[in-house]
């Protein structure tokens, strides 16, 4: 599954956020918190070294690209501090559904608790329905990790269940687009037609 799009937004601001392509100057912040094993503590993969960090932002620009998807690098709006990613994921590996596409987010320990990965999910949820056009997000979540749960119901995608997942167990989130346009008030408004189409991808793509 790939989807392409054509004048792919390129950031996207917020009240306090801004989320945007990612720079070769934002490796050392990304490559501190990924480390950080607080930060890192629900994700199956652990905390990163450099390279693996290096190689998770090049990954997102590469799906921003190629798909219009992808975690933008999230930085203070009024600073301009970067504080991590945010922003929507394919899985090619998800046995749920196929053509998924995951909201997600990671910041830095110093903003937790500031309603921020709140703020960005929303505005991801937005993007994918309204700019490309989708029928459902899902969102990916350890057990155990309640914060983000939190995020999960307050952006407003309900529990679908539990399963086994990359070796782990894992709770999924699911809204579709009809539930996001009552709670946002966007019934009716439809994405623009040229926005994104959905394409097969061949054999090893991703």
């Known amino acids: 599954m790939a989807l392409l ?7 996207v601001e917020t009240d306090r956020l801004r989320l945007r392509p990612w720079r070769e100057g934002d490796l050392d912040a990304f490559a501190r918190i990924t480390a950080d094993p607080q930060v890192m503590r629900y994700m199956l993969r652990g905390p990163l070294t450099r390279a693996e960090a290096r190689a998770q932002i090049e990954r997102f620009e590469r799906e921003r690209q190629e798909r219009g998807l992808g975690h933008w690098a999230v930085e203070e ?3 301009g501090t970067l504080l991590g990613r945010i922003g929507l994921l394919h899985h090619e590996d998800w046995p749920e559904d196929p053509e998924n596409v995951e909201v997600g987010w990671l910041l830095d320990r110093a903003v937790w608790g500031r309603g921020l990965a709140t703020e960005g999910a929303l505005a991801s949820l ?3 329905f309204l700019e490309l056009g989708l029928e459902r997000i899902i969102s990916i979540a350890h057990p155990e990790n309640r914060a983000s749960h939190r995020v999960m119901e307050k952006a407003g995608l309900a529990l679908q269940g539990k399963r086994a997942w990359r070796g782990g167990q894992v709770v999924w989130y699911a809204i579709h687009r009809s539930r996001w346009e009552e709670r946002s008030g966007k019934a009716g408004e439809a994405h623009r037609p040229s926005a994104a189409r959905i394409a097969r ?5 991703g």
């Open 201 to 205: 991808r061949g054999p090893g793509a």
């Open 77 to 79: 709006g009024e600073s």
């Open 126 to 128: 937005r993007y994918g």
């Open 5 to 11: 799009s054509e004048g792919v937004t390129q950031t």
